[in-house]
């Protein structure tokens, strides 16, 4: 059974904090993803990575960096938060790359920015 | 690059009806399909796929059909129960972007 944790359910920061995001593997999958999920806006990626130290912008980086110095650990940081930086946030892997076979999500975790 | 339409955004149906939720893409090099069902809370779990080299595909009371040349896939959910209940999402993948692209979402509320 795959299993994507991802290291915070909730967290609430301040405006201007620096968030970090994890998220661990226990596949070996190569391909890992970061999504944000609002209401009516579906699934948005963020960022995505095919390798370890590798990392490719998805549709809206604006604000994100990731970090994936391992290839079980993905990681997504906001440098300096923001309110519309409210979400939740999904971590995905995937054995196969391409855009092609199944994604197994984290439970995600729901960030709100005061 | 793809561009992915879903409709509708929501959707009540009575128990032991069927669903239908429609999807549209726009990167002719897309060649994958899956959906995922997200219930309330969880996250988000793939329940069917479809590649670009058929037309169709059944898993019990769900399938999924392709039109490549109009560029839609469905998800057809048959004889529907109160345990369908969940946000349906489609995707695209395979394309130019070499990564998934995902629809708004349809909420599907069975009605008992």
């Known amino acids: 059974d795959v299993k994507v944790t991802q290291s915070s359910r909730y967290l609430v920061k301040r405006t201007g904090e620096k968030v970090f995001l994890e998220c661990v593997q226990d596949?070996?999958?190569?391909?890992m993803f970061w999504y944000r999920q609002d209401p009516g806006l579906g699934l948005r990626l963020i960022y995505f990575?095919?390798?370890?130290?590798?990392?490719e912008k998805g549709d809206i980086p604006e604000g994100y960096s990731v970090s994936r110095e391992k290839k079980e650990r993905f990681s997504l940081i906001l440098e300096s938060a923001s309110t519309n930086q409210t979400s939740m946030y999904l971590c995905?892997?995937?054995?196969?790359?391409?855009?092609?076979?199944?994604?197994?999500f984290g439970e995600g975790s729901r960030l709100t920015v005061l | 690059g793809e561009n992915v339409e879903q409709h509708p955004s929501t959707l009540s149906v009575q128990e032991g009806d069927s669903a239908v939720i429609k999807c549209t893409y726009s990167d002719s090099a897309s060649n994958y399909f899956p959906w995922y069902k997200q219930e309330l809370g969880k996250r988000p779990q793939l329940i069917i796929d479809?590649?670009?080299?058929?037309g169709e595909k059944k898993d019990q009371r769900i399938a999924v059909t392709l039109n490549k040349t109009a560029k839609h896939f469905s998800l057809h959910i048959t004889e529907t129960q109160p345990e369908d209940s969940a946000v349906y999402f489609c995707?695209?993948?395979?394309?130019?972007?070499?990564?998934?692209?995902f629809g708004t979402g349809t909420s599907l509320t069975v009605i008992p």
């Open positions: 990575s095919y390798d370890v130290k590798m990392k």
């Open positions: 479809i590649r670009s080299n058929v």
């Open positions: 596949m070996d999958h190569e391909n």
């Open positions: 995707a695209a993948g395979g394309n130019t972007g070499n990564q998934f692209y």
């Open positions: 995905a892997s995937s054995l196969l790359g391409q855009g092609s076979g199944e994604l197994f």
